[in-house]
């Protein structure tokens, strides 16, 4: 069974490209949704956080993001302390994920793959790329936050011509029916 990464900058159609995949009845994995859970659900991950972070980072409905957001936005050590219990929770519950599969190929949605170093990890990668404007456009709408933010954001992700070189396959995600008919290809050399 191959392990595909599907990965892009912020913006720049993930979740949709994962949608295409989950309605062929391929398994999909959403990193950024195994980090929450077990940022929420991980008693041995919930200590750690609430021992670094304080236990008020936690409320009756769960973690408070954007608490812990102010609190590593800016810090590099937070950041990398928060990663460092995080990171090898989502690997052992993907590998988990993987044993439990059945299919020519998977697909994991991970938005920051070549950042991390994980293009080790995976078989083949699709990176999806469109317009900077067009991506800001994009996040701003979907997040309701200002292009600031977004592009504080953007800053923390490699850019398009960093990933290019290190992907299987390049798709232009400006217009979906053209990048829906750029994946249905991929698809079909996946099952090959």
Known sequence: MKIVGLTGGIGSGKSKALTFFKNKGIPCYQADLAGHKVLNEN?????????????????????????????VFNNQEALQFLN???????????QNFIEE?????????????????????????????APEALRIER???????????VRQRMQKQWTDAQKIPLADY???????????????????????
Do not use: C
């Not at 008693?43 to 609190?71: H, N």
């Not at 701003?140 to 200002?146: E, F, K, N, T, W």
């Not at 390049?170 to 090959?192: A, G, S």
């Open 43 to 71: 008693p041995e991950v919930k200590a750690k956080v609430k021992a670094y972070f304080g236990s008020e980072i936690y409320t009756s409905k769960g973690l408070d993001r954007k608490a812990l957001g102010k609190q």
């Open 84 to 94: 460092g219990i995080v990171h090898p929770a989502v690997r052992l519950d993907f």
């Open 101 to 129: 599969q059945q299919a020519p190929f998977i697909v994991s949605e991970v938005a920051i793959l070549f950042e991390n170093g994980g293009e080790k990890r995976y078989d083949k990668i699709i990176l999806l790329t």
């Open 139 to 149: 996040v701003m709408a979907r997040d309701g936050v200002s292009e600031t933010e």
């Open 170 to 192: 390049v798709i232009d995600n400006t217009d979906w029916t053209t990048t829906e008919n750029e994946l249905e290809r991929v698809y079909k050399k996946l099952l090959q």
